[in-house]
């Protein structure tokens, strides 16, 4: 089966700077990225996707970037702000296999006011 | 539209019992999946249901079992637990055939002691 993994386990940014977080999947035919934020005691939240047939997507401050041939994604965050402290999780699918989504283990962000 | 919501919040079980949480997707949502979320291991998926049909099925024992209603609510049932049992459980839904981001619930702390 799929196997991501994900990195680093935690990270501290000042405010204002940009956090990267890399992600890599093991099955080629996985084609769909979801990242999702999960503040603590709160639910985990799906903050933008990617699919393979897409290289960059962004939202405001978001972006995901994903190289198929080395199959790797990863999450950056730009101008962070003290909100953004949260645990995020990469995700992996193959979209014809319905929503079975093998999930990185998470990565702990803290932006330091 | 409200949010996928999940019954009970919190449950205390002792080893050997067995329990059935439940998990309402939002409205038009047909796609529900359960997920198990603990420190050690992160978010590992149980098992997906689409149209009353399991249609995915994690690396969980045979004591994990779900179902899903003509409403699309469903519920899982866990049979002679285990203090390995004891969990964050997250039920997710979305509305496609395909993969696509998902909707977590607020999740079932379930502890057994």
């Known amino acids: 089966g799929e196997n991501v993994e994900q990195h680093p386990s935690t990270l501290s940014v000042q405010e204002g700077d940009s956090a990267v977080i890399k992600c890599t999947y093991s099955?080629?035919?996985?084609?769909?990225f979801p990242w999702y934020k999960q503040e603590l005691g709160k639910r985990p939240q799906l903050i933008i996707d990617i699919r393979s047939n897409v290289g960059e997507k962004k939202d405001q401050r978001i972006a995901v970037t994903l190289n198929k041939t080395a199959k790797h994604f990863s999450l950056h965050i730009t101008e962070t702000q003290p909100e953004d402290s949260a645990v995020y999780f990469c995700?992996?699918?193959?979209?014809?296999?319905?929503?079975?989504?093998?999930f990185g283990t998470g990565t702990s962000l803290t932006v330091i006011p | 539209k409200a949010g996928v919501t999940q019954t009970p919040r919190y449950l205390i079980k002792t080893r050997g019992q067995q329990v059935t949480l439940s998990c309402s997707p939002i409205s038009g949502h047909r796609s529900v999946s359960w997920y198990q979320q603990t420190p050690g291991q992160g978010l590992q998926f149980l098992f997906e249901?689409?149209?009353?049909?399991?249609?995915n099925k994690g690396n969980f024992p045979g004591r994990f079992s779900g179902r899903q209603f003509s409403n699309s609510r469903s519920e899982m049932n866990v049979s002679t637990l285990e203090l390995g049992d004891s969990a964050l459980y997250l039920c997710?839904?979305?509305?496609?055939?395909?993969?696509?981001?998902?909707?977590f619930g607020p999740g079932t702390r379930l502890t057994v002691t």
């Open positions: 249901y689409f149209s009353e049909t399991q249609r």
């Open positions: 099955d080629s035919a996985s084609n769909y």
């Open positions: 997710a839904s979305s509305l496609a055939v395909s993969a696509e981001g998902q909707y």
């Open positions: 995700a992996a699918s193959r979209s014809t296999d319905g929503n079975q989504f093998y």
